[in-house]
């Protein structure tokens, strides 16, 4: 039955009686294969219809339909494992597992989470947000049912660019080399590792998997093991076979019997052979490829720009949205901050030749895109491979090179190590751009920048910068860049309070606080001390409470005078920051006063030492208590 084909989303909820029949997979195993059929082009309209609705990730699910079928028909989930890589393409995979009618929630506060999470449904057996952690997280799971003795299989599903990462590589290696019953599916869409998807690349996948194949496989081992010699030709035979049409021989070479590549998108085929997969022992892998989008035809032609989009609005109200935010002609559009750091890149590269540009897939995100157009021998995407982005800019600062690593800061922690060993303790000259710090919002706790400034601020000679607007970050790039040692810029998602942005490339200074208020009071003097972001929330407290108001800017070096100032002039010290407490800047300001003896009262503001969940920044930091009103109460309850 050929696919159908959208060419818009969905305005209403498609009529779907097939998907609407069951709410757990054990029913999609009694389909017949015209009824998957079905099923499939079901799933595939109600996932248009429910991401319209909701928002979110996009490409990646409408490509994984046809697999998320065949694996639920094949595996007798949840008692078999499935374990999804990264998470975006989990979409298919929660709308066949009981959470149909929730999907228009998903990644809203209070709704179904963006990513597989094992606390939301016996069906996601592991929590994800980061990739390439799937085949050793299955391969535990392999290992952990053989020790118990249990009959149940694993299948771990891995994109291309997700095999990119040393810890994919890391897990197959041990994989191949341990008794373990795992099934490893690559879902290639990208055409990063082969072509040749046929008719002869087909037909060698059916017949690598078909049963009399693996059984005549088998036997054979048993009958060549007494000849000397002859199983180990006739298994070198079968690999130089495989790899004249097939890339098999780099898995086989890590012991992994290796099948494919198939047409992810043939459901009978599919299905096939992830059924005889399935019950083979030992390691195997399934070469497949997929269409990022598949069946969307605007998501087919731009799978980049339709990775994941926002909710539609209807036509009435979004009109009426698009007249409101219009800004007037002497009211500059707000820049996001990754922009300002793109065009800071740019306008810092026409000026410094030195200048390298580095990211571990993150070009768009990062808003890495002009740079690589206009510096194309100077830009560095790696992959998914934050080591070694890190390691290399620290290769790149050993011959008098200046690079500029933009990362997020969740995915930062992935490189920490390097960044201690190969950069820190060798001082050398490496800026951290580092994006989405503090709550990102509706991707939730595995994508929050909530950590950063407690994990840098303990390196030694590191230096960690916080700006509060976006003509801050622009200087506090420039600042960290012409800095001689490792320093980095932590700046959030999103747009900014709309600053005008500078057109120099001139830095402020290091350590340097900024008075923004004097407080007024007879009484109790209180001093608000803002890092980054929260310099807005607290400019509003300021008002409120007659305080005074610091911009930190600098948490290492810290301006130990404004500190000491403050204390002296004031009762009562409030540290802001969207980071954890622990270890944070407001730790920094205790520290500081404890090795100088100064007694003053300090109230510490910031994250709660928990994984905040998913929402907008704005119901997020109204939850943490980190909005204007949530400052002024914490504060008010401290004097009470």
């Known amino acids: 039955m050929p696919m159908k084909l959208f060419d818009e989303i969905p305005r209403e909820r498609p009529a779907t009686p097939l998907l609407d029949s069951f709410d757990h997979p054990a029913a999609l195993r009694a389909m017949n294969l015209h009824q ?36 639920h028909h094949a595996y007798h989930t949840p008692e078999d494992r499935l374990v999804w890589d990264v998470g975006h393409q989990a979409y298919p995979h929660k709308i066949l597992t009981g959470r149909r009618e929730a999907m228009t929630s998903i990644r809203q506060h209070g709704g179904l989470a963006a990513f597989p999470r094992r606390a939301e449904s016996e069906y996601d057996t592991f929590g994800v947000g980061h990739s390439s952690t799937s ?14 003795q249990q009959p149940r299989r694993v299948c771990a599903i891995i994109g291309d660019g997700a095999l990119t990462a040393g810890m994919a590589f890391e897990a197959l290696a041990h994989a191949g080399h341990v008794d373990a019953n795992l099934l490893v599916i690559l879902n290639d869409n990208e055409m990063s590792i082969s072509e040749n998807v046929g008719g002869i690349a087909t037909y060698l996948a059916r017949m690598l998997a078909s049963k009399p194949y693996l059984k005549m496989r088998e036997e054979s081992k048993k009958v060549l093991s007494h000849l000397p010699g002859a199983l180990e030709l006739a298994k070198r035979t079968e690999e130089h076979m495989k790899g004249m049409v097939s890339p098999a021989t780099l898995f086989e070479e890590m012991g992994f019997n290796y099948v494919g590549p198939i047409d992810g998108h043939d459901l009978d085929t599919l299905t096939q052979v992830i059924e005889n997969l399935r019950d083979l022992d030992g390691p195997q892998f399934l070469h497949i490829k997929t269409c990022k989008g598949k069946g969307f035809l605007p998501a087919e032609a731009d799978p980049i720009g339709y990775h ?74 790696v992959a998914i491979a934050e080591q070694h982005a890190v390691t290399l800019a620290a290769g790149m600062a050993c011959e008098d090179m200046k690079p500029v690593v933009a ?15 190969d950069v820190a ?82 830095p402020i200074p290091l350590g340097e606080a900024q008075l923004q208020r004097t407080s007024q009071a007879d009484g109790m003097r209180i001093a608000l001390l803002a890092f980054g972001s929260l310099n807005t929330a607290a400019a509003e407290v300021a008002e409120r409470m007659d305080a005074t108001h610091l911009n930190m800017r600098s948490v290492k070096p810290l301006d130990r005078k404004a500190v000491l100032h403050a204390a002296d002039e004031h009762e009562l010290l409030v540290t802001l920051e969207e980071n954890v407490v622990a270890g944070g800047a407001g730790s920094a300001v205790n520290e500081l006063l404890a090795a100088e003896g100064v007694q003053v009262e300090v109230l510490n503001l910031g994250l709660p030492d928990a994984f905040v969940e998913h929402g907008t920044p704005a119901e997020l930091l109204h939850d943490c208590g980190l909005d204007a009103d949530g400052i002024e109460r914490a504060i008010r309850a401290r004097l009470a």
Request: hydrophobic letters at 40%; one cysteine or more; glycine letters at 10%.
């Open 135 to 148: 085949i050793s997280a299955a391969l535990g799971m392999a290992l952990a049912a053989k020790a118990q």
């Open 425 to 506: 303790v060798q001082n050398l000259d490496v800026t951290f751009a580092i994006d989405r710090a503090g709550l990102v919002g509706e991707d939730g706790p595995t994508h929050h920048g909530s950590l950063d400034i407690s994990y840098l601020r303990c390196i030694p000679g590191m230096v960690v910068l916080t700006p509060a607007d976006e003509a801050e970050c622009r200087a506090m790039l420039s600042a960290a860049y012409y800095h001689p040692g490792p320093a980095a810029v932590r700046y959030p998602r999103g747009t900014g309070p709309g600053s005008e942005i500078p057109a120099h490339l001139d």
């Open 407 to 421: 990362i997020y800061s969740t995915f930062l922690q992935r490189g920490y190590d390097q960044l201690i060993h």
């Open 308 to 381: 994941a989009i926002t909710k539609l609005e209807r036509p009435d109200a979004s009109k009426a949205k698009r007249q409101a935010s219009k800004p007037s002609p002497a009211q500059p559009v707000p820049r996001k901050y990754c922009n300002v750091f793109g065009d800071w890149l740019c306008d810092m590269a026409a000026k410094d030749s030195r200048l390298m540009g580095i990211t571990p897939a993150m070009r768009e995100g990062s808003d890495l895109i002009r740079f690589s157009q206009e510096y194309p021998q100077r830009y560095f995407d």
């Open 36 to 71: 998957l059929d079905q099923l499939a082009d079901e799933l595939r309209a109600y996932l248009l219809y429910s991401v319209g609705v909701s928002g979110g990730h996009f490409g990646a699910g409408l490509g994984v339909v046809e697999l998320s079928v065949a694996l």
